[in-house]
């Protein structure tokens, strides 16, 4: 029997909470195996940056997919116990959050800060794989993963910060087969900054009011009645820049095919953006896994075709 979830945005028959015994869930909700929506969207810029810097008649680097793979998987599992750890006084302020293995009291501070330990030097691991410059690259955004958790109660719209966190990757799948960084990489950063705050925004809007009575700052509270106008622009900003890199790289038919499959799919999203219904908001949040996922499969055929 598969386990009832104690989180609301939890996949109730995601295969972890059905796999792992009863002591490990908790664990498995601080790391989001079963909310996989976050690492894949952290992973997919890294893929998109990959292949379009992988020179035409050359393969991508499947083994550089795999490792980001990995490493997307664990590094947002420290982020979010990290971020877990340092807000559990406003999660227990927000019905949706309330639950969380930390306020709940499932598991302790010490425990949750043990565990991102672990999993930031699995992270490190996959980091010591790649060139040098890739390495310093990826320390490089330590910084800003700190940095994003405060942004909540100092800042009036926090996406931007995990914009330029989310997006890193943007910046590493170019690096590890470029072994530097071209304005083409600037774009790809830029374009998964702008559809993060997007689809952030979009997140955010299931706890609208439970933010505005805890005091926590986000695009959602910010953008308002305008929030369509807003996140069309991130998303078309997305659209933009990622074409520029897509020119700028010499990029065939279907790398343009996935461009347009992405621009189709964040269209798609804005017609059905409906601020006051959280269900609509969470189904489309997780569906840029699959707006980014097609962007993906235009770019892998453009280079094995």
């Known amino acids: 029997m598969t386990p009832l979830p104690h989180l609301p945005d939890a996949e109730a028959d995601h295969w972890a909470l059905r796999l792992f015994p009863a002591w490990a869930l908790p664990y498995v909700e601080l790391m989001r195996l079963d909310r996989p929506a976050g690492w894949w969207l952290l992973l997919l810029p890294c893929w998109w940056a990959l292949l379009l810097a992988t020179p035409g008649g050359t ?3 499947f083994l550089f997919m795999l490792l980001f793979l990995i490493g997307a998987v664990v590094m947002h599992g420290a982020g979010s116990t990290y971020d877990d750890i340092l807000d559990r006084d406003l999660d227990a302020k927000v019905q949706r959050t309330a639950g969380r293995p930390i306020p709940s009291g499932r598991v302790s501070v010490r425990q949750a800060a043990f565990f991102t330990a ?30 994003y958790p405060l942004t909540k109660r100092l800042f009036v719209a926090p996406q931007l910060i995990l914009g330029l966190v989310f997006s890193w990757g943007g910046l590493m799948g170019w690096s590890v087969v470029r072994h530097s960084l071209q304005l083409p990489a600037l774009l790809i950063y830029l374009a998964a900054a702008a559809w993060t705050v997007g689809f952030d925004t979009i997140y955010a809007l299931q706890d609208i009011e439970d933010d505005r009575l805890a005091g926590i700052r986000s695009s959602a509270r910010l953008f308002g009645s305008h929030v369509h106008l807003c996140v069309g622009g991130c998303f078309a900003l997305t659209v933009i820049f990622l074409a520029a890199a897509a020119a700028m790289t010499g990029a ?40 980014g996922l097609l962007l993906s499969a235009g770019l892998l055929l453009d280079k094995l075709l």
């Open 59 to 61: 393969r991508p680097g």
């Open 118 to 147: 672990v999993q930031a030097l699995a992270g490190f691991a996959v980091l010591c794989c790649f060139d040098r410059f890739s390495i310093c690259l990826g320390l490089a955004s330590l910084g800003l993963v700190a940095l």
């Open 252 to 291: 065939g038919l279907f790398a343009w095919l996935g461009v347009a499959a992405l621009a189709a799919h964040l269209l798609w999203q804005i017609t059905k953006l409906s601020p006051d219904n959280p269900e609509t908001a969470l189904k489309l949040f997780r569906s840029n896994r699959v707006a």
